[in-house]
């Protein structure tokens, strides 16, 4: 059934930003530094720390420069930070963070709920955004969100993600990452969409930030792995989420996705027993289960 699979795909942990985001109890500094610290010893080589964003709307991140001068630089482990606008990748820069994603919005309505500014608005704050990154010599990751479908304006066409994707390669940007924010995708809209997307990119590597909402995301990594995808987004234990998208599940689990990769004798590079403990540590201080599975059979 599914074919042309490859012998090893990465994975980009993004739990410290989008997990921990979501979270109302605020996580303390030296707790953060902890889990980041042993995602790496897990094996995990691209980690998505936190985001520079106004702290009174997200107080989670209100750590972000201190988190970054605090986390020890490890050979082969690269931190990433997210930015909504210029002023977040000045900040990123003066934390000394070298790689930054931007994050734009597919959906107009999205866009105004979760940006407060039109696509069009957007689409211009994200061209001023790689600009600046750019005279920072910072690589960049340029997200589409709402790539697969919003909950407000239903499916999204494929051309405007091909639109916003021609436009962020002629900028110049080192990485393209394809999110499925609301969950709303499923294989056949993943083949469709990666099968139109790949051919353009040359060699510009295409991730994709998979939401587990409709209970898809790993049949997703499946359709995605067909077509030619080795880099997925994902976060321990499956947290996280989208506050402005009721009901919204976190991304596609690390542990899941590594033991179903394991499965298939793919190699991911990743100890899951040891990158359980991370998920573990997080749900004693939270007191409660997240979405995962694996991480709660890792003994």
Same mark, same amino acid.
């Given at each position: 059934?599914?074919?042309?699979?490859?012998?090893?795909?990465?994975?980009? +942990?993004? *739990?410290?930003?989008?997990?921990?985001?979501?979270?109302?109890?605020?996580?303390?500094?030296?707790?953060?530094?902890? @889990?980041? #610290?042993?995602?790496?010893? &897990?094996?995990?080589?691209?980690?998505?720390?936190? #985001?520079?964003?106004?702290?009174?709307?997200?107080?989670?991140?209100?750590?972000?420069?201190?988190?970054?001068?605090?986390?020890?630089?490890?050979?082969?482990?690269?931190?990433?930070?997210?930015?909504?606008?210029?002023?977040? %990748? +000045?900040? &990123?820069? &003066?934390?000394?963070?070298?790689?930054?994603?931007?994050?734009?919005?597919? =959906?107009?309505?999205?866009?105004?709920?979760?940006?407060?500014?039109?696509?069009? $608005?957007?689409?211009?704050?994200?061209?001023?955004?790689?600009?600046?990154? $750019?005279?920072?010599?910072?690589?960049?990751?340029?997200?589409?969100?709402?790539?697969?479908?919003?909950?407000?304006?239903? +499916?999204?066409?494929?051309?405007?993600?091909?639109? !916003?994707?021609?436009?962020?390669?002629?900028?110049?940007?080192?990485?393209? /990452?394809?999110?499925?924010?609301?969950?709303?995708?499923?294989?056949?809209?993943? =083949?469709?969409?990666?099968?139109?997307?790949?051919?353009?990119?040359?060699?510009?590597?295409?991730?994709?930030?998979?939401?587990?909402?409709?209970?898809?995301?790993?049949?997703? %990594?499946?359709?995605?792995? /067909?077509?030619?995808?080795?880099?997925?987004?994902?976060?321990?234990?499956? !947290?996280?989420?989208?506050?402005?998208?009721?009901?919204?599940?976190?991304? @596609?689990?690390?542990?899941?996705?590594?033991?179903?990769?394991? #499965?298939?004798? @793919?190699?991911?590079?990743?100890?899951?027993?040891?990158?359980?403990?991370?998920?573990?540590?997080? &749900?004693?201080?939270?007191?409660?289960?997240?979405? *995962?599975?694996?991480?709660?059979?890792?003994?």
């Amino acid at each position: 059934m599914y074919q042309n699979l490859p012998q090893k795909i990465s994975l980009t +942990e993004v *739990g410290p930003r989008d997990g921990f985001q979501f979270e109302t109890e605020i996580i303390p500094t030296n707790l953060k530094v902890g @889990i980041i #610290s042993g995602l790496a010893d &897990a094996g995990l080589r691209r980690i998505q720390v936190t #985001s520079f964003v106004n702290p009174g709307v997200v107080p989670q991140m209100a750590d972000a420069e201190e988190l970054i001068e605090r986390l020890p630089r490890r050979k082969g482990v690269t931190y990433t930070g997210l930015v909504l606008n210029t002023k977040g %990748v +000045e900040r &990123a820069h &003066a934390a000394g963070l070298e790689h930054v994603e931007i994050s734009i919005s597919s =959906s107009d309505t999205h866009s105004r709920k979760n940006a407060g500014m039109s696509l069009e $608005q957007a689409v211009e704050q994200g061209d001023a955004m790689i600009r600046l990154a $750019q005279k920072h010599d910072i690589h960049i990751t340029a997200g589409i969100q709402c790539a697969f479908g919003c909950v407000y304006q239903g +499916e999204t066409p494929v051309h405007r993600v091909l639109d !916003m994707a021609r436009n962020f390669m002629h900028l110049g940007v080192h990485r393209l /990452s394809i999110a499925d924010t609301t969950g709303m995708a499923n294989p056949l809209s993943v =083949s469709r969409l990666t099968d139109a997307l790949l051919p353009e990119t040359d060699d510009i590597p295409v991730g994709l930030h998979l939401h587990d909402t409709r209970g898809l995301g790993l049949a997703n %990594v499946m359709a995605a792995m /067909s077509c030619g995808i080795t880099d997925f987004d994902t976060a321990l234990a499956g !947290m996280g989420g989208c506050p402005f998208v009721t009901g919204a599940a976190g991304n @596609i689990a690390t542990e899941d996705t590594a033991y179903l990769m394991k #499965s298939l004798g @793919i190699d991911t590079g990743i100890d899951i027993p040891r990158l359980s403990e991370c998920s573990k540590r997080l &749900a004693r201080f939270f007191g409660k289960q997240f979405p *995962g599975k694996l991480y709660r059979l890792s003994s």
